[in-house]
């Protein structure tokens, strides 16, 4: 091969090593989100949505890097990154920043970052090894199973002592179906239902705050609280119904440009979105989403070993988990949780977390076709 021959190969080699199905996803994704906050913050480029994209390249950088290495690097790092998660955690009550009666952000700078987001990624990291490490026929009991929940379960307790709730349930559900899909019986799966349900009852009993109880209040008759924890609920629920078939186009719905709908940059942009842009333009946007869950769960039946189809699938469900919560508070079909929907909510350490999950499936993708 001659000099001039080798560098093209190369490039070739890199050009089909990259997974155009995600990236043509999230790009799309991406595009849409942008727009739309856009139009949640009534075309001021300069606030937060400039902060958004900053968070946003930084999420593509730190994705291209972990692309770009062979995903088994991870599986040496997992336990090492769980505990510095851990310790991130940790500092938030000492020195977190306080914002709406909640420590969850450490300040870096001119910047503020959520550890618990960060720490979504480095929970499924952890969990896949734990379980991969595991021999492929060990015993499925329940009892097998003590040191991956009190991996989550840790992380967890700390996040909702924040207090977070959303993001807390977020990682339960995350861990509970990495574990479900891999290494529980249907008999245990049953026994662990009846357990979560005694403990719901149990927090909701002596341990939530008053203000998480009555969500589920709000989200049965939000009506009855429509001149304030309901008129969030109502507003949304106007905003997709404006909306239509087509939608009323760009920077033309009303709950939003008359600042109606309230926490439309954050908690509800897929009802600005769906106002804006019709059912048409939402069923679109689900599809992408549901595509790129579809797609990651095939990289998983793919990857070379367990330990990349478990961060496949634990991947693939934290993407699931927070758009179909966040479009079903969205349509009250759940109650408001602030669990946001990727992308189109502002928040940079979300972005920066969904985007290095992106990375792990480009990387299980590149890896998957190699030999060794």
């Known amino acids: 091969m001659t000099a001039i021959g080798r560098p093209r190969s190369v490039v070739r080699r890199a050009v089909q090593s990259i997974d155009w199905v995600v990236v043509t996803l999230v790009a799309g994704i991406i595009a849409l989100a942008l727009i739309n906050l856009n139009s949640a913050g009534t075309g001021d480029w300069s606030g937060k949505i400039q902060v958004q994209i900053r968070w946003l390249g ?11 290495l062979d995903y088994r690097v991870l599986h040496r790092l997992a336990y090492a990154a769980y505990v510095f998660g851990l310790g991130l955690l940790g500092l938030v009550p000492l020195i977190g920043v306080m ?70 349930i977020i990682c339960s559900l995350v861990a509970i179906t990495i574990l479900a899909l891999t290494e529980l019986s ?21 341990f939530m705050h008053k203000y998480q109880r009555s969500r589920i209040d709000v989200w049965l008759n939000p009506e009855a609280y429509a001149d304030n924890e309901g008129y ?93 919560i966040n479009v079903g508070m969205v349509l009250q ?23 290095l999950g992106i990375g792990i499936l480009m990387s299980v993708s590149r890896s998957r076709h190699q030999r060794g």
């Open 58 to 68: 930084l999420g593509t950088i730190a994705a291209l890097i972990v692309a770009a």
């Open 99 to 168: 914002r709406n009666d909640a420590r969850r952000w450490l300040e870096l700078g001119d910047y503020q970052f959520q550890p618990s987001e960060l720490m979504k990624i480095l929970l499924i990291a952890a969990l896949a090894r734990y379980l991969s490490d595991r021999p492929s026929k060990a015993p499925r009991k329940v009892r097998h199973l003590i040191v991956p929940f009190i991996m989550f379960l840790i992380p967890v307790a700390l996040i909702v002592n924040q207090p977070d709730l959303s993001t807390g």
């Open 186 to 206: 249907l008999k245990s799966i049953l026994a662990l239902m009846t357990t979560g349900v005694t403990l719901f009852m149990l927090g909701w009993a002596f």
């Open 232 to 324: 969030q609920t109502i507003q949304a629920m106007i905003g997709v119904g404006n909306g239509g078939f087509f939608g009323r186009g760009v920077r033309q719905g009303t709950q939003n440009t008359l600042d109606f709908l309230p926490y439309g940059d954050t908690d509800f942009p897929f009802a600005v979105y769906a106002e804006e842009w019709g059912f048409l333009g939402a069923a679109m946007v689900l599809v992408m989403f549901v595509a790129l869950v579809l797609w990651g769960l095939s990289l998983a039946s793919q990857a070379r070993d367990r330990f990349g189809a478990l961060l496949c699938v634990g991947v693939s469900s934290l993407f699931f988990f927070h758009v179909i």
């Open 333 to 355: 079909l759940l109650p408001v949780t602030g669990i946001t929907i990727p992308f189109f909510s502002v928040g940079g350490s979300n972005a920066l977390a969904m985007m």
